[in-house]
């Protein structure tokens, strides 16, 4: 018997950038905003304070940022034919917990999506014909365009005082920056960061072979900021802890350096930590939200009454809540029907690393997490796709991110993988070699997609989510492109030798790849093909909306959080000035 | 609003504290909100997380313990069954409806100045709070100074009772400022040096800087060297006051508290008052001469600067430069170089937190350091940041730093 709260207007699931964004939004509305976060609070100076943060056993080995999944976890397989299998040890994604949720540890890598990405289907088809859609591909448009999301986009990077060089002022190409990225309204905030010796090495030999590198949009600061909220940023000390770690500096954008310093002294917003939410629930007509059910670290459990219910979770927490409230209908991957859990799709990695001689050193330890240069050449529809078998890119890049002592050891191939051989090497090779990537796009398929687990369960008892993934044709063929133009540029920058690692398939989910993982709760234009509709409202229960990447239908070739923020404030504009003189669904099906 | 309007009249039903009942007006309840936080009462009267002005706080004093009253309307422990009158006495003499005397902690020595309609003024906003029932432990006083009386000594010593007159020859801003300075906001109170006898000296020692809870609250005149606000402008003082920050500086410790629950309430008018006030005080005889900078090359100053280069570089900057508005800079800090070097170890000691204003509301801090460095090392990296980038002042020992420890 659950105790039950006085009722909120908004009730918020999950606070990391998201639900940060979302509350900041609707507060200065004047709307009163409840924010349930299952981890703890954490703030800068009080938990990643700049002489302690650097810490790769705390934080990478005994990840301390990331969810806890002795608690919840997912299980998994490759194929449906498979006995999926719990992951009890994280490895190929991290996602966080706590206040700032995942977005405390990443990189800062922030990226617009093209004009094209979210005309993913009609573009290809237009261009290339209906051939283009192969292997069960289910890609779809978004049912939103670059333009309507543009002004968002360029809000966000004013919250977050991005570093970068525009590439197409209103339509008007700049030098220096990505002339493929769509128009922007107005120039990065902040300068580009400081280029070390490896990325310029990059930079130098992808403009010999004629392509078009530029300064990766940073999250990191290049210089001391202050955002519109009135939020500061301190100057980024390139001490390369930013991916997997929280920054010590106020130097990262995340939620907790940009928006709650403004948003937590607003009388109208109320954070509640500790408070796990186990399900939405619904009146007995099915037709609206009536509020969420959650458990406290007491394990007591309440009843939290709401107007409005926003679920802004990881997207395996998002898409796990629908399916545990019976929201919507769970994808069947047989007969193609139900949308909940549909089209859950990832990224695609691969690489090279250039070993240098003594008379190049690279001091990987000077390094920031979107500290790098990129080319977008090979990204989305930036080249013609006939002839080549797939659709779809990714942006090849030099980020010096780090040169952690204990995760970052380089060796050219044939090192013995440990004893007296495999030391020399790693001596060798430390301050001497040069990584590039590439960093691919994952369309959606008809096999990969999550649902609930039939054997496993939680530590609530309920059903652990269960994702079947696995990289597809298109996307290998894709990814085995992309390494080729890596090798190419590998080879021009003048090394000793180089060594090319192309993606591994099936898909582990044991190495680290990238916590990019989408999909599950999708947008689009009617509610046979999508979970949400454009503005990220659901199409069962108008006042349920749904932040983060599960809104993507496939995913595109760039990091995304700078789309997940977009699509947050887009949302967040139509409840603002559309839901709220008129409380129901903001696009008739 | 409405919880307000309910309390007048819950108040007004408890009848024997309202009999003024003309005083009941808004302009008037809201000159004493205003004047309660001109006063900083809080900041004495509430403790954190409790009932606000219900009182209980200890106030450590170099005599024992004393706890701040509760200052909320309830009859049997807080001002109900005080009259204005007797609230006016208090405050301006420091004596009780009882007759008993008050420990100077509370500052009846500057509140002595205030004028009878901004006394009745705050005791009518008193009047509106809540009341709440929180019996205030009796002070922790030894003999002889638990005898109240002796406190009539001490008075016939220390306590200029009365009004300030107006300076003729001064504006009238910095009439108001002294006002408000010297009287309800207390400024020396922690500004000022005192005495053996706890009372705050006189003259040109006054606003030369005191010790407070462990803190050292710098001078506010000026003086040879970096000491004090010689080199803040009126808009870095204006800023400071209003906002909890400026280019040069963040308020931490206690005037981070300070800021938030009275100074960045003041009007423009009172604010510049304030200012033009300090700003004319004349410089200081603090410590006579300009302190000779600490050479070079001696060996402290060297190991400072490793520890300077790994563990402060990344936000003071490497030639101590700071980030303007966010980290403070060490060159040419009044702070860095006070003649006092307490608050700058107990900074590298405990750190400190920025107090988060609208204006600037990220809270950056300076992460604390004892479990990190050692006695000898914060003292080798205090004489560093006193005596590089252009600063000059005293070294710092490693029994000083162990003291403060």
């Not at chain 1, 079947?468 to 992309?482: A, G």
């Not at chain 2, 819950?10 to 936080?37: F, M």
Request: charged share 20%; glycine share 12%; aromatic share 10%.
């Amino acid at each position: 018997m659950s105790r039950i709260l006085p009722e909120r207007e908004v009730v918020i699931v999950g606070f990391g950038w998201t639900g940060a964004i979302m509350a900041e939004q609707l507060t200065e509305a004047g709307m009163d905003v409840l924010a349930l976060e299952r981890g703890v609070w954490r703030d800068t100076s009080t938990d990643y304070a700049v002489n302690n943060a650097q810490d790769e056993v705390r934080y990478r080995y005994r990840d301390e940022l990331f969810e806890d999944l002795s608690r919840e976890t997912l299980t998994f397989r490759n194929t449906s034919d498979q006995q999926a299998l719990p992951m009890r040890m994280l490895g190929s994604f991290l996602p966080g917990t706590n206040v700032g949720g995942s977005g405390v540890h990443w990189n800062g890598q922030t990226w617009r999506f093209l004009p094209s990405d979210f005309q993913a289907r009609s573009h290809n088809v237009e261009r290339y014909g209906e051939d283009a859609i192969q292997d069960d591909m289910t890609i779809q448009d978004w049912g939103v365009t670059y333009d309507e999301l543009e002004p968002h986009y360029d809000y966000f990077e004013k919250i977050c005082g991005i570093s970068g060089k525009a590439g197409n002022l209103n339509g008007e190409i700049q030098d220096g920056g990505n002339p493929f990225e769509g128009w922007r309204s107005s120039e990065y905030p902040n300068p580009p960061m400081e280029m070390v010796a490896a990325p310029l090495k990059f930079r130098d030999a992808a403009r010999e072979l004629g392509y078009n590198p530029f300064p990766g949009p940073s999250a990191n600061m290049s210089q001391g900021y202050t955002n519109p909220l009135g939020v500061q940023l301190a100057p980024c000390t390139y001490c390369g802890f930013c991916e997997k770690y929280a920054c010590g500096n106020y130097s990262k954008a995340t939620a907790t350096t940009t928006i709650l310093p403004a948003l937590m002294r607003r009388e109208n917003f109320t954070l509640r930590t500790g408070a796990m939410v186990l399900r939405v629930e619904k009146d007995s007509s099915n037709s609206r939200a009536t509020g969420v059910t959650y458990l406290n670290t007491e394990g007591e459990e309440f009843f939290q009454p709401a107007q409005m219910v926003i679920l802004a979770g990881y997207i395996t927490h998002n898409v796990n809540l629908l399916m545990q409230s019976g929201i919507g209908e769970i994808y069947n991957p047989e007969t193609g029907e139900g949308q909940v859990g549909r089209n859950y799709a990832y990224q695609i990695m691969s690489g090279a690393s250039v070993f240098y001689d003594d008379d190049f050193a690279v001091n990987p330890f000077v390094g920031a997490g979107a500290l790098g240069q990129v080319i977008d050449e090979f990204n989305g529809d930036n080249f013609d796709h006939t002839g080549l078998g797939f659709i779809g890119g990714g942006y090849i890049a030099q980020w010096q991110t780090n040169g952690r002592p204990i995760e970052s050891h380089p060796v050219p191939e044939g090192t013995p993988k440990f004893g007296a051989g495999w030391k020399k090497a790693v001596r060798e090779s430390y301050n001497h070699t040069v990584g590039v990537g590439a960093h691919g796009a994952v369309m959606s398929f008809r096999g990969n997609y999550l649902d609930l687990d039939p054997t496993y369960t939680d530590a609530y008892g309920r059903p652990l989510m269960r994702l079947t993934f696995d990289f597809k044709q298109n996307d290998i063929r894709m990814s085995n492109y992309l390494t080729g133009k890596v090798a190419e540029i590998a080879n021009a920058m003048g090394g000793r030798e180089v060594s090319v690692s192309p993606v591994k398939t099936p898909y582990d989910i044991a190495p680290y790849q990238t916590t990019h993982n989408t999909g599950g709760h999708i947008m689009g234009d009617n509610p046979g093909n999508s979970v949400t509709n454009k503005y990220n409202q659901s199409w069962d229960l108008p006042n349920l909306f749904l932040t983060g990447a599960g809104n993507f239908p496939q995913n595109p070739g760039y990091n995304p959080t700078g789309t997940v923020a977009a699509l947050a404030y887009h949302s967040a504009k139509a409840i603002r000035e559309q839901y709220l003189r008129n409380p129901g669904p903001l696009v008739q099906a | 609003m409405r919880q307000v309007i309910g309390a007048i009249i819950l108040s007004g039903c408890a009848g024997a504290a309202w009999a003024q009942s003309d005083a009941n007006t808004w302009s008037t309840l809201q000159r004493g909100l205003y004047l309660t936080r001109v006063g900083d009462c809080a900041a004495c009267h509430s403790v954190e997380g409790e009932e606000p002005y219900a009182g209980g706080l200890g106030l450590p004093t170099p005599f024992g313990t004393i706890y701040a009253a509760n200052i909320t309307p309830d009859n049997a422990t807080g001002l109900g069954e005080w009259s204005q009158d007797e609230f006016y006495d208090a405050m301006t003499e420091g004596v009780r409806p009882d007759g008993k005397r008050l420990y100077p902690a509370f500052p009846y020595t500057h509140f002595t100045h205030v004028t009878r309609e901004d006394s009745d003024a705050i005791f009518t906003y008193l009047n509106t709070l809540d009341p709440v029932r929180n019996d205030v432990e009796s002070p922790e006083i030894p003999f002889p100074l638990n005898v109240r009386t002796a406190m009539r000594g001490w008075n016939m010593l220390f306590f200029d009772e009365g009004k300030l007159e107006p300076v003729e020859d001064k504006s009238e801003a910095w009439n108001r400022g002294r006002y408000l300075a010297e009287g309800l906001a207390h400024c020396g109170a922690c500004h000022t040096p005192r005495n053996m006898l706890g009372a705050e000296k006189g003259g040109n020692a006054a606003y030369t800087g005191g010790v407070i809870e462990g803190w050292f609250a710098p001078s506010l005149r000026g003086g040879p060297g970096g000491e004090g606000l010689a080199d803040w402008s009126e808009e870095d003082l204006a800023e400071f006051l209003r906002h909890g920050r400026n280019g040069r500086s963040a308020a931490f410790g206690p005037m981070a508290e300070v800021v938030e629950k009275s100074t960045r309430y003041l009007s423009d008018e009172d604010l510049e008052a304030i200012v033009a006030y300090f700003k004319d005080l004349p410089f200081g005889e603090v410590d006579g001469e300009a302190a000779e900078p600490v050479a070079e090359d001696d060996p402290a100053m060297t190991a400072g600067a490793e520890i300077y280069a790994t563990q402060c570089s990344a936000c003071h900057g490497p030639e101590g430069e700071g980030v303007a508005g966010q980290f403070a800079p060490i060159a040419g800090s009044s702070l860095a170089q006070s003649s006092d070097p307490t608050t700058v170890v107990r900074m590298i000691l405990e750190g400190a937190r920025a107090v988060p204003t609208e204006k600037y509301p990220t809270a950056q801090a300076m992460p604390a350091y004892h479990w990190k460095l050692s006695d000898e090392e914060v003292a080798q990296v205090a004489t560093y940041v006193r005596n590089a980038f252009g600063n000059a002042a005293p070294a710092v020992s490693a029994g000083t730093v162990a003291d403060l420890r």
